[in-house]
């Protein structure tokens, strides 16, 4: 196998670095371990762990964060948040202000840090590459609503040339790995890179929010997850790149715990055909 690991999604969760989505309460009941209960990990000091928002409760792992001496987090507070200019300008401001080589974010409402991360160096090398996303099965509908994007009507080719990304990003990632047809796709809601990088990929994914929208995508895009994807398409040595055997993060949805597992969106698929077929990461 690409990872050794049982089929079983409730037998792993504690295995992987961060899980994203309802995982969080899954990890909970299934492991027995309530939030009075957990241990938070130990994550390397070579890292800063950051998450952002405009609502400390969001999830109440973050005051244990907060409070813990195992890893060095900061959370920053908001008033406000504009999605997601409001996300993207204060991590700029912390990885110009840290010494941490390395940035792991997560966002605040449904993210945990699951088992240990002493070896960032270790996870960026298994990919080859300077971040490392979580991946989420095939494109979701990008976007928020409390950005209407009224100005498409003066864009008619904005959602063609924005699937010249998506279809380039899905031949590269049938380049490394068996697919059978399927495709995974970046999911902005955890990563971990690079500090020296990020502050130039971050820089870029404001100047492109920034500006006018009406030239078309991804100018004035709002949305940091189609920026992302839209700069990994364009990353000349691989500097970008999404976990897809799900090595290390694991995106989760109410249904992820019932696929079998010849399902493509089993958490292990990819890792399983992939192995059979002695693909290597």
């Given at each position: ?92 401001t912390l990885a110009k202000s840290i010494t941490n080589k390395y ?44 950005d209407p994007k009224i100005w498409l ?129």
């Amino acid at each position: 196998m690409i990872i050794q690991r049982s089929n079983n999604i409730y037998e792993e969760l504690p295995k992987f670095k961060v899980i994203h989505g309802c995982g969080i309460n899954s990890f909970r009941t299934t492991t027995n371990k309530p939030i009075p209960d957990y241990v938070i990990p130990h994550v390397s000091s070579d890292i800063k762990v950051v998450t952002i928002s405009n609502y400390r409760h969001q999830n109440p792992f973050i005051e244990l964060y907060l409070n813990s001496n195992t890893m060095d987090f900061h959370f920053i507070e908001l008033q406000t948040f504009r999605c997601w200019i409001d996300k993207i300008e204060p991590l700029i401001t912390l990885a110009k202000s840290i010494t941490n080589k390395y940035i792991l974010y997560f966002d605040a409402s449904d993210a945990l840090i699951v088992s240990d991360i002493n070896n960032p160096k270790d996870i960026l090398d298994k990919y080859g590459c300077k971040v490392l996303f979580n991946a989420e099965d095939g494109y979701s509908q990008p976007g928020h609503p409390c950005d209407p994007k009224i100005w498409l009507t003066d864009c008619p080719d904005y959602y063609n040339t924005k699937h010249i990304i998506i279809d380039k990003n899905k031949l590269n990632l049938s380049k490394k790995m068996i697919t059978n047809g399927f495709t995974r796709s970046l999911n902005a809601g955890v990563f971990l890179g690079e500090r020296e990088f990020l502050i130039g990929a971050l820089q870029q994914i404001l100047d492109l929010m920034l500006d006018n929208p009406k030239k078309s995508y991804p100018y004035g895009e709002s949305c940091d997850q189609v920026l992302w994807q839209h700069i990994m398409a364009n990353c000349q040595n691989n500097e970008i790149e999404i976990d897809f055997y799900n090595l290390f993060f694991l995106w989760t949805h109410p249904r992820k715990f019932d696929f079998p597992v010849t399902h493509w969106e089993h958490f292990n698929y990819f890792n399983n055909i992939n192995s059979l077929a002695g693909k290597e990461c």
